[in-house]
């Protein structure tokens, strides 16, 4: 997680990226966030007073950044301190609630992979898995359709109409 972190902050921190990105900042959902993001009379007023400073010009935004939006430490003294990067991530990285690949697809003399092409346990005879965790890799998107697409897909094999999502096979049997 720690080369994870690092790699995406170099990526930030140099190159054509860094042309574009000004003052890139380690965040985290503190309580103060938590409490930001409840919609009320303060909330709203504190909100539309922040927009309206951040857009005010790079040096106001900056400012802001570093002294009131970032609570934590900056992104430069993170990179040089080895500690206090590991305290950063141990504290501030949560899962999004898009956890996957705990039970990943993949040929069964691939040592990491718990089911086959078929969502079949490898090794275990009449077990199936059909749910986030067979995704082979962490998908770039949210996980809630793909989930639906792999239930789709072994549901299919299941019922023998492979090709044919389930759902078009209900709906092709109701008309039938
Ligand atoms: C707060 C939150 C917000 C999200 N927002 C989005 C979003 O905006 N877009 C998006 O694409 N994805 C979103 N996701 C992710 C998405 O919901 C999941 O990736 C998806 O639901 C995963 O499906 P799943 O079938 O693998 O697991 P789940 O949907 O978690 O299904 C697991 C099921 O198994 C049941 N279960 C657990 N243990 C047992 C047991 N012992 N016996 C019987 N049943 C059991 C549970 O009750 C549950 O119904 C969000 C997730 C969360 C938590």
């Known amino acids: 997680m720690i080369d994870a972190f690092r790699a995406s902050a170099e990526a930030l921190m140099h190159g054509a990226l860094a042309k574009l990105i000004d003052n890139p900042f380690p965040s985290?959902?503190?309580?103060?966030?938590?409490?930001i993001s409840v919609p009320n009379l303060r909330t709203t007023v504190l909100t539309n007073i922040?927009?309206?400073?951040?857009?005010?010009?790079?040096?106001?935004?900056?400012?802001?950044?570093?002294?009131?939006?970032?609570?934590?430490?900056?992104?430069a003294s993170l990179m040089a301190d080895d500690q206090a990067m590991s305290d950063y991530v141990a504290g501030a990285v949560v899962s999004l609630w898009h956890p996957s690949c705990t039970c990943r697809m993949g040929r069964e003399n691939d040592p990491d992979a718990v089911v086959d092409r078929h969502g079949r346990v490898i090794g275990v005879e009449g077990l199936m898995v059909a749910d986030?965790?067979?995704?082979?890799?962490?998908?770039?998107?949210?996980?809630?359709l793909p989930t639906l697409m792999v239930a789709e897909r072994i549901a299919s094999e299941l019922l023998?109409?492979?090709?044919?999502?389930?759902?078009q096979h209900r709906a092709d049997a109701r008309v039938g």
Do not use: K
Not at 28 to 35: D, H, I, L, P, Y
Not at 133 to 141: A, F, G
Not at 160 to 167: D, E, K, L, S, V
């Open 28 to 35: 985290a959902f503190t309580e103060r966030v938590a409490s």
């Open 50 to 75: 922040a927009a309206s400073l951040l857009d005010t010009g790079i040096t106001v935004r900056t400012l802001l950044m570093n002294h009131v939006i970032n609570e934590g430490p900056a992104l």
């Open 132 to 144: 986030a965790s067979i995704m082979p890799n962490v998908p770039t998107t949210n996980t809630n």
């Open 160 to 167: 023998g109409t492979t090709g044919t999502p389930a759902t």
